[in-house]
C-alpha cells in the first residue's frame, strides 16, 4: 500500500511562485508513474502534470505548460511540483497520485493511490 503526502501549498499573490511536494512510503517511488492532479470548487479534479516511473519523460496540462515543473527524487521517495508566475484560476487543492501501470496517466482512472491534498489559493 502505498501512502502520499502532499505539502507546501498555502496563498501567494499572482504572479508568485510555490514548491509543492509529495513524500511516498509504502512503496519504491522509481517503479511508479507519478502524477499532481487539483480540484478547484463546483469542478471536477482535473489533471496537472505528470512524470513517468524511472525517471522517464514528462508531461503537462496545457493551462500549465511554460509554468509548472515536476519533478522526481527516488532516493528521497519524494514529487514535487514547481508552480511559478501562478494565476487566481490555478487556485485549488492539489493532489499527488501514483500510478502502478502507466497508462492513461493524464486521468484520474489511470492513478491507483491518491494523497490528501493540499490547498493552493493565488491571489489578485
Known amino acids: 500500500q502505498v501512502r502520499l503526502l502532499e505539502s507546501g501549498g498555502g496563498l501567494v499573490q499572482a504572479g508568485g511562485s510555490l514548491r509543492l511536494s509529495c513524500s511516498a512510503s509504502?512503496?519504491?517511488?522509481?517503479?511508479?508513474?507519478m502524477g499532481w492532479f487539483r480540484q478547484a470548487p463546483g469542478k471536477e479534479r482535473e489533471f496537472v502534470a505528470a512524470i513517468m516511473r524511472y525517471g522517464g519523460g514528462t508531461a503537462y496540462a496545457d493551462g500549465v505548460k511554460g509554468r509548472f515543473t515536476i519533478s522526481r527524487d527516488n532516493a528521497e521517495k519524494s514529487l514535487s511540483l514547481q508552480m511559478n508566475s501562478l494565476k487566481p484560476e490555478d487556485t485549488a487543492v492539489y493532489y499527488c497520485a501514483a500510478s502502478l501501470i502507466p497508462a492513461g496517466i493524464t486521468t484520474r482512472l489511470g492513478y491507483n493511490y491518491w494523497g490528501q491534498g493540499t490547498q493552493v489559493t493565488v491571489s489578485q
Open positions: 509504502g512503496g519504491t517511488l522509481s517503479t511508479l508513474t
